[in-house]
């Protein structure tokens, strides 16, 4: 004689009301920029980690995003 499982309850999908925040609640603005990419990052090629950083050096010294 088999025992029969019960079915795992199924889950309702939630609908998202509006748009999400930027995660971690930062949003970053490059509208209006004139920098080049090379101005940001140099001419030699850089790891993806480097990029982040420098990103986020120019970000916080020209006050682009919001905190």
Do not use: D
């Amino acid at each position: 004689m088999a025992i029969k499982k019960k079915a795992a309850p199924k889950k309702k999908a939630t609908k998202s009301s509006g748009k999400k925040p930027a995660f971690g609640g930062y949003a970053i603005s490059f509208a209006g920029r004139t920098e080049t990419v090379e101005q940001v990052f140099g001419n030699k090629p850089i790891a993806p980690s480097e990029m982040t950083k420098k990103i986020w050096i120019f970000v916080k010294s020209n006050s682009l995003s919001n905190r």
